[in-house]
């Protein structure tokens, strides 16, 4: 929100754009009323007046000093506590454990919550020494109690962040763990995503729809399916021949790359959420 102290003052490097964006319409009804021809194609004008707020927006950003919401104000001077939550085997899970090994992620994985029992991410936890909870989503009588009870679990792991990690269940976030939770989708949002969209599903219907590019989105959750600011894409080819299996597998390629990735730039301070644009800052200077 804008603060109240702001006056006319603090927009004036912005009216002229601001003016242009609000007379486009007045511009349109001229060109019919004088006779001067067809106006300007609608689309065109659509993405000219969408442009112009985006500049306009920034322009007042830069102009009143407003900033965005950093979910961290400063680089974790420690690795980040991550608790990971999985539904299936924990293919994201070994993944991440594979970094913290390699050096290539400085993270410290307190717990891991699966929604169902008997799954293998659950296993693959235990073997590493991890704390591993089952919350199962069918002992809880709503989405409320459900979320409950997980959050209850990481709080008391004094976690920082939250990857969900082929979690196929919907939570509720609660107040305390706002921009703290991430999602990684096996698409690029905003397509093949939502509700029911989710494994193989996704790549069959990216073949289906002849997509020639495909790839992972890891976003900020929020209380809808692949909702909320995304943070980092990579896109793969889609080759001939491609079955949803081939594509996953080259699509699972670019996921472990995206979270590790998108993990780093969290610990580090360089996240800052604008609406619904997530900028990556630079880094801050030794």
């Not at 991430?182 to 949002?189: D, V």
Request: glycine share 8%; net charge positive; hydrophobic share 45%.
């Amino acid at each position: 929100m804008i603060s109240s102290s702001l006056n006319w003052r603090d927009y004036r490097g912005i009216a002229p754009l601001v003016n242009f964006f609000l007379f486009l319409p007045f511009a349109v009804k001229l060109f019919r009323l004088w006779g001067l021809g067809s106006p300007p194609d609608p689309w065109l004008l659509s993405g000219l007046r969408s442009s112009l707020l985006k500049v306009t927006v920034t322009q007042m950003a830069e102009t009143t000093g407003i900033k965005g919401i950093k979910p961290l104000a400063r680089p974790l001077d420690r690795p980040i506590r991550l608790g990971v939550l999985i539904s299936g085997g924990g293919t994201t899970l070994v993944n991440f454990l594979r970094r913290i090994e390699m050096g290539q992620l400085r993270a410290e994985i307190p717990i891991v919550i699966g929604s169902r029992p008997n799954i293998g991410g659950l296993e693959h936890a235990r073997r590493a020494g991890i704390r591993a909870e089952v919350v199962a989503r069918k002992d809880c009588k709503s989405v409320e109690e459900f979320s409950d009870r997980i959050f209850s679990l990481l709080r008391d792991a004094r976690v920082d962040l939250v990857p969900l990690s082929g979690f196929l269940s919907l939570i509720r976030i609660p107040d305390d763990f706002t921009n703290r939770v991430f999602n990684i989708h096996n698409a690029l949002i905003p397509s093949f995503c939502g509700k029911g969209l989710y494994g193989l599903k996704v790549h069959a219907a990216a073949l289906a729809r002849g997509v020639k590019l495909s790839g992972c989105t890891v976003h900020f959750a929020d209380n809808l399916y692949d909702h909320g600011p995304i943070v980092v894409q990579k896109a793969v080819p889609v080759l001939e021949g491609d079955t949803p299996e081939i594509l996953a597998a080259r699509v699972f390629e670019a996921e472990c790359e995206a979270y590790p990735e998108a993990v780093r730039l969290f610990a580090e301070g360089r996240l800052e959420i604008v609406e619904s644009t997530v900028r990556i800052l630079d880094r801050a200077p030794a």
